[in-house]
């Protein structure tokens, strides 16, 4: 493990460069390169959950301080109120797409509605407030107290707990929704040159570190994927995209192996992690495959033209997946359609997650149902978490809004 402030965010950059709902209805275009040459098992050093967590706030002071080096919260959200207001320019022959409200043209395809909606409510103090919602916890059902809840009972229990939270495509591009934002232009601002020059840019995530620093000091593990998507935001190429699909709401398929890849790293590090019997080049092989993704895919905006992308596909050898073995794997995933997109070219999170472990992945991922649904379905199943030995919610930062759906679940029957 990398000693906090010193060589965390290198690495991480270094591994960006390194990795290059709905399930989209295409199929895998003929081309591939065939298969990769099988990757070492991951293997890492256990690091007591104490030590993870002052790591992780250390990492999380230094994006919090970039945050406010950075600056321009009022601009951006001026912008976004302007670009909210802003009717969406019509597809040409399509009727229908035209009178949707759900979606906003920006620099490089679309933006969704609920993308700007959330910044603007989470990032802003509510009225007659003086701190951003995302860190006012008076508010009735508001997330942290959900989460904190669930950390509690899992530990309780000697299960550990993960919380994987990844920004929205508008907090890792701002110059899409107006050229001003351009990082690299921003970064040449004397704050940010103080704080590192231009790589300075955090995204446009200061609430949200400010809600994983307290997450922290109540003993919650979590994993900020905004460093590491950050510093491969422009990384992917023509191949590979950015991080963001540009006219669907869900990542690339880059972005869900990263994110994987993290994870299961942060995994590594726990005290009864190993890896698992699913061993690449025995009961899987790793495909490079290019597809087209969208069109009747879920989250499409209305420009509903495909997007041809790279991916690497994990690629079953001999029989299926037992689900047995699946029900009994030690990893419980818990999120939504973000888990899932790319399930259909064996290369959602989930599947790369499998790869990266070596164990199958016990998801529990509806559709929507990343707050509420796959909690309470956990809740309703009646073997206690028997054999479980960590539980990791994938969330974007959009699913964070105070509302209904962050009530407390019971997940064990005391």
Known sequence: MVAAGSTLLPALLALALATAQEPPAAPPAASSAGALPPAAPLVGKPVEREQRLALQRAALDATIARAAAFGHIDEFAAALRALKAKPIEPVAGDEAA????????????????????HWLAWHLPAPDKRVPRAIDFDFPNHPYHAIVDLAKQLHAHD???????????????????????????????????????????????????????????????????????VAARADGGPELGEIYLQRNKHWTPR??????????????????????????????????????????????????????????????????????????????????????????????????????????????????GGELQCREQLARRDDRMRGKKVVVWLLQEDNLL??????????FDE
Not at 100 to 114: E, F, I, S
């Open 402 to 411: 105070p509302n209904a759906q962050w009530k407390k679940v019971a997940l």
């Open 255 to 368: 972005a869900a192996e990263l994110a994987a890849r993290l994870v299961a790293e942060r995994l590594s590090e726990q005290a009864w992690f190993v890896p698992g019997s699913s061993i690449e080049g025995k009961v899987f092989e790793v495909m490079r495959r290019k597809v087209d993704i969208g069109g009747a895919a879920g989250g499409q905006a209305p420009d509903t033209t495909p997007e041809k992308l790279a991916l690497h596909q994990v690629r079953q050898l001999g029989a299926r997946v037992n689900p047995a073995e699946v029900r009994g794997s030690p990893i419980v995933l818990l999120g939504d359609s973000f888990a899932r997109f790319y399930s259909d070219h064996g290369a959602s999170f989930g599947d790369q997650l499998r790869r990266f472990t070596g164990h199958p992945i016990d998801a529990l991922t509806p559709m929507g």
């Open 98 to 117: 035209n009178e949707t409200d759900d979606w906003r043209n920006c620099a490089r395809g679309w933006l969704p509605r609920m993308a700007i909606d």
């Open 159 to 229: 299960i550990e707990f993960v919380l994987v939270l990844f920004p929205s495509r508008l907090q890792l591009y701002p110059e899409l929704v107006d050229a001003a934002f351009d990082p690299a232009r921003l970064g040449e601002s004397e704050a940010a040159r103080a704080a590192g020059g231009a790589a300075a840019f955090p995204g446009m995530v200061g609430a949200t570190a400010q809600f994983l620093r307290a997450l922290n000091e109540a003993g919650v593990e979590t994993l900020d994927l905004a460093p590491p998507f």
